[in-house]
């Protein structure tokens, strides 16, 4: 039995097309009337220093939003870019525009495995602030207290053994105690070369993924920790 679960979002808990239909075409909307308003802010100034250092220096703020805007079409897991995604849901959760896409199972059995006492934790390349955001304004209500933790790309990235060696050592828990479920075979297979349990969450969303050695679920109710 483990002990804590860790989950992906996007795929996983949430589906694909909320992600890449819903909030990265309005942060992509935003994007240029944000960086206008709030681009002297301390934290957004940070990442977008952040970003221009990435991007190589030397870019002005309609040169960097360009960048910014190729890399979301590129879908790129870097930290400045996914900051900026989470500042920029955030007024879009507040004024109603969307609400967190989460599976019904997924939240019914992200209760049941809390109320079971399992320790459940987040890891998604979106920003701790885009994950508790999305949790927080689901159709099932608030369910970031079902979560002892969230991980994003501070720990990083997802198909690093390394990311899930941090996590198993941030937990306190051998990673044999550890279930990590994605939809992502080389998430998986990162996961597993740390010693974590893995399981393959296959929704039949997007492109069919060789689970390889992975158990499959089709929903987490086929997922029985
Ligand atoms: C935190 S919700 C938005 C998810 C996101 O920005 C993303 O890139 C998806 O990453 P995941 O690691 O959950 O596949
Ligand atoms: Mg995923």
């Known amino acids: 039995m483990p002990q804590a679960i860790v989950t992906d979002i996007?795929?996983?808990?949430?589906?694909?097309?909320?992600v890449h239909e819903v909030l990265f075409p309005?942060?992509?909307?935003?994007?240029?009337?944000?960086v206008r308003a709030h681009?002297?802010?301390?934290?957004?100034r940070r990442l977008l220093e952040a970003a221009r250092q990435m991007a190589g220096g030397g870019l002005d703020d309609t040169g960097l939003v360009e960048v910014l805007l190729r890399w979301?079409?590129?879908?790129?897991?870097?930290?400045?870019l996914k900051g900026l995604q989470g500042l920029l849901w955030e007024e879009g959760y507040r004024q109603g525009h969307f609400q967190?896409?989460?599976?019904e199972d997924a939240a019914r059995c992200l209760r049941e495995w809390n109320a079971r006492g399992l320790r459940l934790y987040v890891y998604s390349s979106g920003s701790v602030h885009a994950q508790?955001?999305?949790f927080s304004h689901t159709p099932f209500g608030?369910?970031?207290?079902l979560f002892r933790g969230y991980f994003?790309?501070?720990m990083g990235g997802k198909k690093e053994p390394a990311s899930y060696e941090g996590i198993a050592r941030e937990l306190g828990l051998p990673g044999g105690d550890i279930l990590f479920l994605s939809d992502v075979r080389a998430e998986l297979d990162a996961a597993a070369a740390s010693g974590l349990r893995t399981c393959c969450v296959m929704r039949g969303e997007g492109p069919s993924v060789d689970p390889g050695p992975h158990p499959v679920a089709r929903s987490f109710d086929d997922i029985a920790p």
């Open 100 to 103: 967190g896409h989460v599976y």
């Open 26 to 34: 309005y942060a992509a909307r935003h994007l240029p009337a944000f």
């Open 152 to 154: 994003d790309t501070g």
């Open 10 to 18: 996007e795929g996983t808990t949430s589906s694909l097309s909320f």
């Open 39 to 44: 681009g002297q802010d301390l934290q957004v």
């Open 72 to 80: 979301m079409d590129e879908d790129r897991k870097v930290g400045p």
């Open 142 to 145: 608030d369910l970031t207290p």
């Open 132 to 134: 508790m955001l999305l």
